[in-house]
């Protein structure tokens, strides 16, 4: 399957709001149109520090998105990469899409001045999680949340 990987543009819209929706599903979040025109309206922001990735495959149509931001790192004195969201259809799942996304993510992060990228599973998401222990290195690090 021929794969690319660039940027979202304008006319994107209804194929990434579709793509989002199911990756909202998979985590079982809830998503509302005030969400999606917000994020939206971050990935098109200059100077917002927020991007995303569309992988299309041979027929132009897309089948995958990653949302990845830029985050700074005190005790490094840097600024990093954090990658937020990667989805790929289920029927799209196997055949090197996220491999592919995961290259252009590291030329990307490469362009700003990243020394590398971190993001977080959830602990059940298997399959994701053998794509991720191939990819990278998984840290010692444990994620807590506060509600405020």
Do not use: C
């Not at 998503?31 to 995303?52: K, P, R």
């Not at 290259?103 to 700003?112: H, I, Q, R, V, Y």
């Amino acid at each position: 399957m021929k794969i690319t990987v660039g940027a979202l543009t304008p006319d994107d819209r209804q194929e990434w709001e579709s793509l989002y929706r199911e990756y909202a599903e998979f985590y079982q979040i809830p998503m509302t149109s005030e969400i999606l025109d917000t994020v939206w309206n971050w990935i098109f922001e200059e100077d917002y520090g927020f991007y995303a990735l569309v992988a299309k495959n041979g027929n132009n149509r897309p089948i995958g998105l990653m949302h990845f931001r830029e985050m700074p790192s005190p005790l490094r004195g840097k600024k990093v990469g954090f990658l937020d969201d990667l989805f790929v259809l289920p029927e799209s799942r196997g055949t090197g899409v996220v491999d592919e996304m995961f290259k252009k993510l590291s030329k990307e992060s490469a362009k700003n001045g990243w020394p590398f990228v971190r993001w977080i599973t959830a602990e059940d998401n298997y399959r994701g999680r053998g794509v991720y222990d191939r990819t990278a290195e998984k840290t010692k690090w444990v994620t807590y949340q506060m509600s405020v």
